[in-house]
């Protein structure tokens, strides 16, 4: 029975999944907020009415008005035009981060799952000690070492989190390596590095895009908290976190200085959730069903 | 049968058990058997009773809990069991292919039916991916795809069970393999798709002159396409026999219960057949001949002593020490 539910929601097309996404309203708000976001940061240099360093000394914290919609900070940039260029760094910085986690954490997960034996036991360990750190404090000590900088902060995020890659890619990969298919595969004259990648990590991927679209977000939260501490990008760079960095000590004066930039880190993590929850929902049949 | 060629594939005292928590099952025990070019051996037996595993092991493809105590398998002249892993990749799908039981699951549902088909020539032969994929297509043809070009570009949800099976065979091959393994075939598959499949593999058979391993536990099956029939039972070869030989002159008690099971057109409103009781467990195989709790002509000596492989007639091989007193 199960079997037969399996091949029946197998057989959706991947225009039907659309469709079904669609119907998804939080999946749908969440693909709104980051088109948003993106369609702000490509076209940053067209809607930005200032240059993100542009300093004015005689227009210092000035609130929000029709010339600078977001306000001033202390040293009289627009936040708005900062705002809009920073969404380029937390995309950017969003996107490596996930990219270089996958690139450490996909193939170690394949190969404990697929050689098994002590090689997953070496793997599983480190993953599990990694797992054990609290992530910010591990990523903080990186950094110290690193020196400062927006790549550094990259490196150092990367390094404490691809945990979760490992630990899905290895589950996954250790249930379709007992699949008839992959007997058919080596039946067939298949090398292992072959079956690993052209076999077992396309069927892996459906998991590794969910585990990315939600793991963008801690990555943006992670890299601007280090900002915020001054750790990751340094002035002028519009980075959010170093925007709130900045306008702290002007909360009470100035909480445009601050808030703006929180918000908008705020928006983009849960667009990202959203989105992430809405394609786990689509591409996962149990959870479908249910 | 004459048989003037030497064995293709000859196995030699195989012992194969599976590590458990509860212990080694032993599901094959000392099989000896030896296939000849061209012809079609059938494997009969219960679920259960090491074939599969036998058919898994030709190939090295057992599971990692799976040891090879011991024994040999000599393919071409090759001890497969001492083979190296990329000799037995050269092997796979190029010398020895296999087909197994649940075509559902044997094709991978993330790659279109022609890359999988086209994968397989690609391995083995020197050619570009155009040249491979022409290939597929026109294997695919072969095994009765209607429209080979447009449903190469398919994926395998979009293929009934039957099509999955040919697709699975037009695979296997597409290389010209000099022994094709036959898991079960068909028994996934509903009985007029059956007939379809083992019709293609008699023609594959004839075309490409390839000598077949038919698992099976399917009675019908053997009567209609097989040269010579093994028979196992408990991780043991019991009888082996010429297909005419084994219906008509049956000596092992077991292949006689198992025949006497098909349904056959004979006197109506008749029971049909049964053998008692159910396969033993290969945790703890009983003692003496394995089958003496299931079976009528069970003496004292059959609980005491193993009975060895014997040949009774030219080509026919029966381990029974009673096989004279049935009749």
Redesign the interface.
């Known amino acids: 029975m199960t079997l037969l539910i399996r091949e029946k929601i197998k057989s959706l097309s991947s225009s039907e999944e659309f469709m079904l996404f669609l119907k998804h309203k939080r999946g749908l708000a969440g693909l709104i907020i980051l088109s948003f976001m993106l369609f702000i940061a490509l076209t940053a240099d067209f809607i930005a009415p200032k240059k993100f360093d542009e300093v004015d000394p005689s227009s210092r914290l000035l609130p929000p008005s029709t010339t600078n919609v977001f306000g001033t900070d202390h040293l009289g940039r627009d936040v708005f035009s900062r705002i809009v260029y920073g969404a380029r760094i937390a995309l950017w910085v969003g996107l490596l981060v996930v990219l270089i986690e996958a690139g450490i954490g996909v193939p170690l997960g394949l190969i404990a799952g697929y050689y098994g034996g002590s090689i997953d036991k070496l793997i599983s360990a480190i993953t599990d000690m990694l797992w054990a750190f609290p992530p910010i404090i591990l990523a903080l000590a990186i950094v110290t070492i690193l020196g400062p900088g927006l790549t550094n902060v990259v490196v150092a995020v990367s390094i404490v989190s691809w945990a979760p890659y490992t630990r899905i890619v290895r589950a996954k990969t250790q249930s379709i390596i007992s699949r008839e298919f992959i007997t058919a595969a080596r039946a067939v004259g298949e090398s292992s590095l072959s079956i690993m990648f052209r076999y077992v990590l396309p069927n892996t991927l459906a998991s590794v895009i969910v585990l990315a679209t939600l793991t963008i977000p801690s990555a943006i939260l992670y890299t601007t908290a280090l900002s915020f501490l001054g750790f990751g990008a340094q002035p002028p760079t519009p980075d959010w976190g170093a925007m709130l960095n900045e306008g702290k000590d002007y909360i009470f004066k100035a909480p445009w200085c601050s808030v703006f930039p929180g918000l908008f880190i705020t928006l983009t993590a849960l667009s990202f959730n959203l989105l992430g929850d809405a394609l786990r929902d689509v591409l996962d049949p149990k959870l479908r069903l249910g | 049968m004459t048989r003037v060629s030497e064995a293709l594939l000859e196995v030699r005292d195989l012992h194969i058990c599976y590590e458990t928590s509860r212990g080694c099952v032993r599901a094959v025990d000392g099989v000896s058997l030896a296939i000849y070019e061209g012809e079609t051996f059938c494997l009969v037996g219960e679920t259960g009773c090491g074939k599969s595993t036998l058919a ?1 092991a030709i ?1 090295r ?1 057992l ?2 809990n799976a040891r090879l105590l011991r024994g040999n398998i000599l393919f071409k002249g090759i001890d497969l069991l001492r083979a190296s ?1 990329s000799e ?7 010398e020895i ?2 087909i ?1 039981q ?1 075509p ?8 279109t039916i022609g890359f999988q088909v086209a ?2 020539p690609l ?2 032969f020197r050619m570009s991916w155009k040249e491979a994929l022409v290939a597929a297509v026109k294997q695919l043809g072969k095994v009765g795809i209607p429209d080979p070009d447009l449903r190469s570009k398919d994926y395998p ?2 293929f009934s069970g039957g099509m999955k099976q040919r697709s ?1 065979i037009a ?2 091959t597409t290389c010209k393999p000099s022994l094709l393994i036959a898991d079960e075939p068909t028994t996934a598959l509903d009985v007029t798709i059956q007939a379809q499949i083992l019709k293609l593999l008699y023609e594959l058979k004839s075309e490409y002159g390839l000598t077949l391993l038919l698992i099976t536990h399917n009675f019908g099956i053997v009567a209609e396409v097989c040269d010579r029939v093994g028979v196992m039972y408990a991780g043991k070869i019991v009888e082996v026999a010429d297909v005419r030989e084994i219906f008509e002159n049956p000596q092992h008690p077991y292949t006689k219960g198992l025949i006497e099971c098909v349904v056959a057109r004979r006197k109506s409103k008749t029971r049909l057949n049964q053998i008692p009781g159910t396969p033993p467990s290969l945790l703890n195989p009983p003692s003496g001949c394995r089958f003496h709790p299931r079976c009528p002509y069970t003496t004292r000596k059959c609980l005491r002593e193993e009975p060895q492989i014997i040949e009774v007639r030219e080509g026919h091989l029966v381990a029974c020490h009673n096989y004279d007193r049935i009749r």
């Open positions: 898994l190939p493809l599971p990692p892993e037995l990749q050269k092997i796979r799908g190029r292919a296999m197994f649940n559902m699951t044997s094709l991978n549902p993330v790659h994968e397989v391995i083995h949800h979009t699975m695979m296997m």
